[in-house]
């Protein structure tokens, strides 16, 4: 393919604004099939799409794009087989033919213009402002996941492309799930009610062990290797921080009821991860936020073998306490008279989101989680400013950062070396 670079990924075509089809409600009956098109076909993809097509009884999942066929071949198989629960039903919903399948750095677009209704987009986090961006000039509803960008020049296009979505009454539905869990809902708001009092600190955890690494090939390009093991890229993933600790910081935003923090600080570097096979991103991050109010946010994630894990948001109130966690039983509130813990069953928040969004596509209600998905990304994004750098990062500062992480062409023989990895006091912010 011809090299891409960052600017023509991201330029508007305001001849496709012009002419994008916006949201009418002619799906709102339920009779037409919602044609959907996945972008980024991992196991996340692979899961994204088993869960838009259990999420309507009239979709059909009809293209498929991904940067390696290798990758479109897998999941297409996983998908045509039923889906993990090796479904009939499901596979009939799958209608993937040989000319809706497209591989390269332009699939995206392929994909979108291919007739699609809903689009999906489970590509690594680099990619998601462009794609996000095309898809609402081309007027589609949007899954999409998180984090929504790993810089700020990336954040501050999808706020703007989120807007566009409003204006054309169009859906984008977050892959930040735990927002649509029923028991962090429940719990979440009894907090806003006041059920612990005014919140005065918060502990985000995120530590957990190493996950996977692809060895380099000898025919493998830097594009290629890179893409190949995108976690380790900061350019690709944001690094682990905003990848994967986004989820918690995002539970401490909404307890903060979206209020986000003025500046923070921190530590971080590679202690078991030290290896060239690790790209250049850190394998543990200590960050301090501090809002306005004078309450803070103290935030750990780490990826290390043989080491106590957890995954959760400790909350501490002016009248008690609340725990915060994915895990069965782990919804707690504790105080003086009180002692609240969620076991209601709920359902998988990761088809709850897919169910409430293409029930607002059939109702002509279209939600958008623009605001929440952006701004809980900075907050990940500011956190690795401050491990990378050592310095205190003001919010408004970071939003308006020109760092851009971008490779400087999208073609598979670019040079493109592993970055250095950052030394706090040396690595400066941009």
């Given at each position: 393919m011809n090299p891409t670079t960052r600017r023509d990924f991201l330029k508007t075509s305001a001849a496709l604004a012009a002419t994008a089809t916006l949201s009418t409600g002619v799906h709102a009956a339920g009779s037409d099939v919602l044609?959907?098109?996945?972008?980024?076909?991992?196991?996340?993809?692979?899961?994204?799409?088993?869960?838009?097509?259990?999420?309507?009884?009239?979709?059909?999942?009809?293209a498929m794009g991904d940067a390696f066929a290798d990758r479109l071949e897998d999941s297409l198989k996983i998908l045509k087989a039923g889906g993990k629960d090796k479904d009939a039903d499901l596979a009939k919903?799958?209608?993937?033919?040989?000319?809706?399948?497209?591989?390269?750095?332009d699939a995206y677009k392929q994909v979108i213009d291919s007739g699609v209704d809903v689009v999906l987009l489970t590509a690594p986090p680099g990619f998601r402002p462009p794609h996000l961006k095309y898809?609402?000039?081309?007027?589609?509803?949007?899954?999409?996941?998180?984090?929504?960008?790993?810089?700020?020049p990336g954040v501050?296009?999808?706020?703007?492309?989120?807007?566009?979505?409003?204006?054309?009454?169009?859906?984008?539905?977050?892959?930040?799930c735990i927002r649509y869990d029923q028991g962090f809902r429940d719990t979440i708001k009894k907090i806003h009610e006041g059920a612990i009092g005014d919140v005065l600190s918060m502990q985000a955890n995120d530590?957990?062990?190493?996950?996977?690494?692809?060895?380099?090939?000898?025919?493998?390009?830097?594009?290629?290797?890179?893409?190949?093991n995108w976690y380790y890229f900061a350019w690709l993933s944001g690094d682990f921080n905003v990848e994967q600790h986004?989820?918690?910081?995002?539970?401490?935003?909404?307890?903060?009821?979206d209020q986000y923090p003025i500046k923070a600080y921190g530590l971080g570097g590679r202690s078991q991860r030290t290896g060239p096979e690790y790209g250049h991103i850190f394998d543990h991050h200590s960050v301090v936020y501090e809002y306005a109010n004078g309450s803070k946010l103290y935030a750990l994630c780490r990826q290390q073998d043989g080491l106590k894990g957890d995954i959760s948001v400790s909350v501490m109130g002016s009248k008690g306490t609340g725990v915060l966690a994915e895990?069965?039983?782990?919804?707690?509130?504790?105080?003086p008279d009180m002692k609240y813990v969620h076991t209601a069953p709920v359902k998988d928040m990761y088809q709850v989101e897919h169910d409430e969004m293409f029930a607002a596509i059939r109702a002509d209600k279209p939600i958008n989680n623009g605001e929440y998905m952006s701004y809980s990304s900075l907050m990940a994004i500011v956190g690795r400013m401050a491990t990378y750098t050592g310095q205190v990062?003001?919010?408004?500062?970071?939003?308006n950062s020109k760092e851009d992480l971008s490779p400087p062409a999208y073609d598979w023989n670019v040079k493109l070396p592993t970055p250095p990895v950052a030394v706090p006091g040396v690595t400066k912010f941009v």
């Amino acid at each position: 393919m011809n090299p891409t670079t960052r600017r023509d990924f991201l330029k508007t075509s305001a001849a496709l604004a012009a002419t994008a089809t916006l949201s009418t409600g002619v799906h709102a009956a339920g009779s037409d099939v919602l044609k959907v098109g996945l972008i980024g076909c991992g196991s996340r993809g692979t899961g994204a799409a088993e869960q838009a097509l259990y999420a309507d009884k009239n979709v059909k999942l009809v293209a498929m794009g991904d940067a390696f066929a290798d990758r479109l071949e897998d999941s297409l198989k996983i998908l045509k087989a039923g889906g993990k629960d090796k479904d009939a039903d499901l596979a009939k919903k799958v209608d993937v033919k040989d000319d809706h399948k497209f591989v390269g750095f332009d699939a995206y677009k392929q994909v979108i213009d291919s007739g699609v209704d809903v689009v999906l987009l489970t590509a690594p986090p680099g990619f998601r402002p462009p794609h996000l961006k095309y898809a609402i000039e081309k007027g589609k509803h949007v899954f999409c996941e998180k984090p929504i960008a790993v810089d700020a020049p990336g954040v501050r296009s999808v706020l703007a492309t989120c807007e566009e979505a409003k204006k054309k009454r169009l859906s984008v539905v977050s892959g930040l799930c735990i927002r649509y869990d029923q028991g962090f809902r429940d719990t979440i708001k009894k907090i806003h009610e006041g059920a612990i009092g005014d919140v005065l600190s918060m502990q985000a955890n995120d530590l957990r062990g190493k996950i996977w690494v692809k060895p380099r090939q000898p025919d493998w390009s830097d594009m290629v290797y890179q893409m190949r093991n995108w976690y380790y890229f900061a350019w690709l993933s944001g690094d682990f921080n905003v990848e994967q600790h986004v989820h918690m910081l995002d539970v401490a935003a909404w307890v903060m009821k979206d209020q986000y923090p003025i500046k923070a600080y921190g530590l971080g570097g590679r202690s078991q991860r030290t290896g060239p096979e690790y790209g250049h991103i850190f394998d543990h991050h200590s960050v301090v936020y501090e809002y306005a109010n004078g309450s803070k946010l103290y935030a750990l994630c780490r990826q290390q073998d043989g080491l106590k894990g957890d995954i959760s948001v400790s909350v501490m109130g002016s009248k008690g306490t609340g725990v915060l966690a994915e895990r069965r039983g782990g919804l707690k509130l504790t105080g003086p008279d009180m002692k609240y813990v969620h076991t209601a069953p709920v359902k998988d928040m990761y088809q709850v989101e897919h169910d409430e969004m293409f029930a607002a596509i059939r109702a002509d209600k279209p939600i958008n989680n623009g605001e929440y998905m952006s701004y809980s990304s900075l907050m990940a994004i500011v956190g690795r400013m401050a491990t990378y750098t050592g310095q205190v990062i003001d919010w408004k500062a970071a939003l308006n950062s020109k760092e851009d992480l971008s490779p400087p062409a999208y073609d598979w023989n670019v040079k493109l070396p592993t970055p250095p990895v950052a030394v706090p006091g040396v690595t400066k912010f941009v």
